[in-house]
């Protein structure tokens, strides 16, 4: 029988693969940190890991190396579960030797079993029986039967959505104690906390196949860690857009959850800044989140372009020569298409308070520079998505 080591904090995620690896006929073992994993990996000699690389203590990349630089397990297949939002683990991962990197927001136990069997085939549970006639006969492993691949999926579902409310009053509670935190080291710990309840959001919604809650959690997850390993970055803008996260996780909770809502709708969004640098910094953070955009440096170009087509987010500088981002927000107003766009004022962060306590003239948020680009996806997302949970009536 073909033996599995699953390295995993979230206990919900580990239990579902586990339970479902087993129902293949593969004998499975589950560590909750890397030096756990690394203990029983040296007794229980895997013909195979499954790895998460955001663990706590030992990171999954330094497992991985540890793995790498013992000879009996140098050539072990290791699949690793990431956020795609993470680019730079992803490489590291790569670098110290992992075989496959699956993303943890978008992989169903199904794509997982596939995997597996494509590294190391079938789990081996199964003895060959002789027939009558004296020849071996092949036999492969017991699986699920789709119906019941359904019903699984359909029961993991179920249970994910009745622990939403739960977890919503959770990730609520965290954000009300960060923005109470009054020192450094009380931020930094709320920050973590709220990291954590996040990462295992991300897991859970994405083997329950709820698709909108696992990408927003996704790039949420990458938000609060990237604040997290750089505390300078916990200002006022990324507290505002942790806060914003929150606030539409509930939505999503609510009205994410439906059949019809499992898929991510196309978009396309307006960016308008006048700073080359800036505004390929907003492209860049965009196209993370496989979001399309329009970028140009001239307000009155920008006007033609809201008045002969549909926008459904737009960026704009406020301080821009000929016309600022307020008088162009109002001008837009008025054509019949935009008048609810969204739009997302950048402003600079020294003047960010300011520019929050003053009129928005139209608009529906701001974001400071010098932002992060995990910062501008996640204020991206929450605006595309909320608008497709919400659309405009014709005209509007």
Known sequence: MKQILIIEDDAVVANVYRNKLAVEGYKVEVAA?????L?????????????DLMLPGISGVDVI?????EEDFAKTPIIVFSNTYLTNLIQDAWRAGANKCLSKSSCTPKDVIEVVRNMIGDSGAMTQQKPAGGEAASAKPATLPVENDAAFQQDLRKTFIDNLPATLTALRAGMVALVKADTE????????????????????????????????SSAFEALLKEIYEKPKNINQSTTRT????VDFLGLLFEKGILPEQQELPASKILVVDDEAISRRAIVYALEKAKLKSVNVDDPQQALQLLNDNEFDLIFLDVDMPGMTGYELCAKLRALPQHKKTPVVFVTS???FENR??????????????????IELTVK??????????????PGS
């Open 185 to 216: 080291m009380l931020k930094l710990k709320q920050v973590y906390e709220l990291y954590r309840l996040v990462h295992a959001l991300n897991g859970n919604s994405g083997i329950a196949g709820l698709v909108q809650i696992a990408h927003m």
């Open 380 to 393: 991206a997302l929450i605006h595309v998505l909320k608008s497709k949970l919400q659309p405009r009536p």
């Open 242 to 245: 942790v806060a914003a996260a």
């Open 356 to 373: 929050t306590n003053s009129t928005m003239a139209g608009g529906n948020d701001f974001i400071g520079k010098p932002f992060l680009f």
């Open 33 to 37: 940190d890397g030096e756990i994993g």
């Open 39 to 51: 203990r029983i990996m040296r007794t229980f000699r895997p013909n195979l890991i499954i790895l």
């Open 65 to 69: 190396k540890e793995v790498r630089s």
């Open 349 to 351: 962060l020294n003047d």
